[in-house]
């Protein structure tokens, strides 16, 4: 009776949901996070956009670790993917811990955006406004913690595949010998000699030339200062 795997514990769905996760909270970082009004006494151009990778640069970087753990499982033994479980969940957890940080106080986000348009990383008067991205990176976050759990509870179900060199049968070694035998019977033949001798103690004048030379042979030979022609 054959057993099909389930669909949540096949490898390739486990790792293609891991990565697109990642990829997603990745993607939010090239949104804005952050709409940023200055003073307009200030600056001349009071309104300022900031993108998730310069409020969080942190989860830029865990969803990078994310993306890259989650690929590396396709070729990982069973101790690896337990490696692997556990980065793709601190990748997660750190994820959605930037994130939150960025809600909780979004004008500590945008102090860089701020200083560059004004010198200051503060001014009296500076409103900051949230977009959605912030909520959807601790969203999908938490979904990729979530995600190593379930890498490590569908991992233990996977097999590793392995190649082995062929192996001869027993049975091919024995028509090799019989052409072996049948080779060295028609050498002996054409040389004149008894069956069972070595090609040099048949013909003493080819055993004298050594062995044929070769083209490396002879390069070397020229290396040394040798002559490549010189039997002995």
Sequence with gaps: MSTTTPRWQRKGIVIMVTVLLAALAFGTTTRTWLNVTLPAANVVTPDVAVSGS???????????????????????????????SVIIVVSGVGVAVASSRIISDPLQGAAGAIGKAIGVSSAEGTQVELTPMPYAALAIGILIALAGIWFALAGRHWTTSRRYAPTAEPGDAAPDTGAAAEG?????????????????????????????????????????????????
Aim: no cysteine; glycine share 12%; charged share 20%.
């Design 184 to 232: 060295t019977g028609a050498a002996a033949e054409g040389t004149g000699a008894a069956p069972g001798t070595s090609p040099d103690a048949r013909n003493p004048k080819d055993a004298a030339a050594g062995p044929p030379v070769d083209e490396i042979d002879s390069w070397d030979r020229l290396t040394r200062g040798e002559d490549p022609t010189d039997p002995k």
């Design 54 to 84: 310069d409020a969080a640069t942190a989860v830029t970087a865990f969803a990078v670790v994310g993306v890259a753990a989650a690929l590396a499982a396709g070729i990982a033994g069973r101790i690896a993917r337990w490696i692997i």
